[in-house]
Nanobody, 132 residues
Framework: QVQLVESGGGLVQTGDSLTLSCAASGRTLSRYAMGWFRQVPGKDREFVAASRRIGGNVYSTTYKESVKGRFAISRNNAKNTVYLEMSDLKPEDTAVYYC??????????????????????WGQGTQVTVSS
């Protein structure tokens, strides 16, 4: 059974940076698509960023439009860990951030409705709060 454990969340101020980590155990996930999602209470979960394997050790990345240039997803396969580096944080980035792992991540897109954002594995989430 795969477990995903997020860490690195916290309370920061507008303009600050924060790096989230997602450590996986139970299976090597180098071939898996890894993604980050977020959810605000009372709202649907939304796609934030994804890393998908193209072949070998080459991965493609995609992002929610509003985080492009501010967030960066990366992975360390040796540590079976995926990261989300967040900079220039804004109050609207406040949410619980979830890590996900899926064989393809084919449904992961900013355009996908929340009920279509499927993943084989999900983490438990880590809170990010950005104060103004």
């Amino acid at each position: 059974q795969v477990q995903l454990v997020e860490s690195g969340g916290g309370l920061v101020q507008t303009g600050d940076s924060l790096t989230l980590s997602c450590a996986a155990s139970g299976r090597t996930l180098s071939r898996y698509a890894m993604g980050w999602f977020r959810q605000v209470p009372g709202k649907d979960r939304e796609f934030v960023a994804a890393s998908r394997r193209i072949g070998g050790n080459v991965y493609s990345t995609t992002y929610k439009e509003s985080v492009k240039g501010r967030f960066a997803i990366s992975r360390n396969n040796a540590k079976n860990t995926v990261y989300l580096e967040m900079s220039d944080l804004k109050p609207e980035d406040t949410a619980v951030y979830y890590c996900a792992a899926d064989p393809t991540g084919s449904s992961w897109s900013e355009l996908s409705p929340a009920h279509r954002l499927e993943s084989e594995f999900w983490g438990q989430g880590t809170q990010v709060t950005v104060s103004s």
